[in-house]
Structures are given as C-alpha cells and as structure tokens.
C-alpha cells in the first residue's frame, strides 16, 4: 500500500528509507491519538527494534523522542492556534495529564503554554496598535 501525502518530502523526506517514511506518517497521522511504538512499527512493516535503529541510524534519536517531539509540536499548535485548555490539549496530544504536558513542554521548548500564549496575544496586540497608527505627513 502506497501512502500519499502532499506534504510526504517535507515531513519524511525521501533519502530516509521507506520504512521510516512510513513509521514518521504513521506518527503525524494519529498525533491526536498516539499509538503504542509496536504498532507504529507494524504500520512501517518493521519489528519494534528495527523502528529504533532506523530512527536511530536516520535521525539519531530513538523513535520514542521523536514521536514525543511530534506530540509536543502539535501541543504548540494547539496553544497557538485554538483556547483548548491545557487538560484538552494533554487529551488530544496522549499526554497522561495537564501536568505532565506542560513539564513535557517547558523541558522541549523552554517555555510554558501559558507562555507561548502570551506572546501571540502581544504580538496581535502590537499588529492591533500599528493598524492603528496613522502615519503623519510631514
């Protein structure tokens, strides 16, 4: 079975062997509900320990950091993009509870959501004033 995916090169580009294309769109695709590593596995058509070795081998980390980076970049979308609170955002990226998202978080990206929030409102808020501002002529 042949997986097509627009953004296929972007995400598993194609130097990376089939199996680990397949195992890195199996990671994208259930995202919101995270599967077991054997299973990501079964859908590459490799045993659990080839999936490690590949990511391994390929992107020099194990294939369970790599899925919790997936997770985690969805949680930052998450908290950009919509005013899920962070029990939602922990459900829907498979993140046991609030806390252990937002520990999982700051440790990845150096920062909270409440943080990553934050900023988007500032930013919006100084778009806001400067299409406010009415240029002056001089």
Known sequence: QRLIDPDLDRIAPAHHSPSLRRAI???RRTVEEPRRLFEVAEAAAVSERTLNRLFRAEMG?????YY???RLSHALTLAQETRAPLSEIAART???SPAT???AYS???GFTIDGTRAKIRSERLKIVSLARTKPTNR
């Open 25 to 27: 769109l199996e990671m």
């Open 61 to 65: 980390i194990s294939a369970g950091k």
């Open 68 to 70: 919790r980076a997936v």
């Open 94 to 96: 498979g993140f046991s």
């Open 101 to 103: 998202l937002s520990r």
């Open 107 to 109: 440790a990845h990206f």
